[in-house]
């Protein structure tokens, strides 16, 4: 963000800024040509997933019974996620999922936060991509689960028959076909983009608008200085939105994975 900023002051950049900032160039220094994949979202991803590996085989390697600072905070997100999500949702058999929430929520949190940590300042999950793939990760556990618990003609007699008089079925089998097997998947990753997508471009939106003010006139210098002083207040409100959201996907999988489970409709 404070590039594209630089940038802009300099009188280089176009304002305002557009989807097409969404679509990162490769980083590699030598044979990007031959690796367009590896960009900006790429090593954000994988750095997540080193982060989360690494700290959490640190904090288990010798765990003790009086916990260190690391060990306990391992402990509050695993606890956290197992009472509040994967029982609260699920019920005593959501403990053997506990540890999926966990990465998940984890996962999520951590690829979120680059939207506000400095010489990052954009999440992979403001690119449609990331979340469609977690998503759909979530849809085929919570389908696989269903079928494994009740048999494959079951799981779908049960997720596509509602308790409803016959003559109104015709109606309502696409209804919950469409529901459950698209609707699901696509507004948990849709969610999760649309939120991070927005903030990043408020956050582009009142940090550059502040220097294309500066620059475009003398008398709007006052104004940009509040253009600024927005920028601070949504990225506070950014900051809850990372969390929230991180939430609301673990959540919303856990759902699912509880209608799957269940014996009624």
């Keep these: 963000m404070f590039g ?3 940038v802009l002051a300099a009188g280089q950049a176009a304002f305002p800024p557009s989807v097409d900032d969404f679509y990162l160039p490769a980083i590699l220094p030598w044979g990007a040509e ?4 590896f960009t900006k979202f790429t090593l954000m991803v994988w750095i997540a997933v080193g982060v989360l590996i690494i700290f959490f085989l640190a904090t288990y390697r010798k765990p003790q019974l009086v916990p260190t600072k690391k060990q306990w905070l391992a402990e509050s997100i695993y606890g956290f996620v197992r009472n509040n999500i994967s029982v609260d949702m699920i019920g005593h058999q959501g403990v053997r999922f506990a540890p999926y929430f966990t990465t998940l929520f984890c996962f999520v949190l951590l690829t979120n936060s680059f939207a506000i940590i400095p010489f990052f300042q954009i999440s992979p999950n403001s690119h449609i991509a990331f979340p469609a793939i977690l998503a759909v990760i979530s849809y085929v ?7 494994r618990h009740h048999g494959f003609g079951k799981y779908f007699k049960h997720a596509l028959i509602p308790p409803a008089p016959w003559y109104i079925l015709p109606l309502l089998i696409p209804i919950e076909a469409f529901s459950t097997f698209i609707i699901r998947p696509f507004s948990l990753a849709v969610r999760l983009f649309a939120n991070m997508f927005a903030g990043h471009m408020l956050l582009l939106v009142f940090t550059l608008g502040g220097f294309a003010m500066l620059n475009a006139n003398a008398w709007l210098a006052p104004v940009s200085v509040v253009s600024w002083v927005m920028t601070v207040a949504l990225t506070l409100l950014e900051a809850l939105v990372i969390v929230l959201q991180a939430y609301v996907f673990t959540v919303l999988s856990a759902s699912y994975i509880q209608g799957a489970l269940a014996e009624e409709h």
Excluded at 34 to 37: G, Q, T
């Design 141 to 147: 556990l919570f389908n696989y689960i269903g079928i």
């Design 34 to 37: 031959n690796a367009p994949w």
């Design 4 to 6: 594209q900023a630089n």
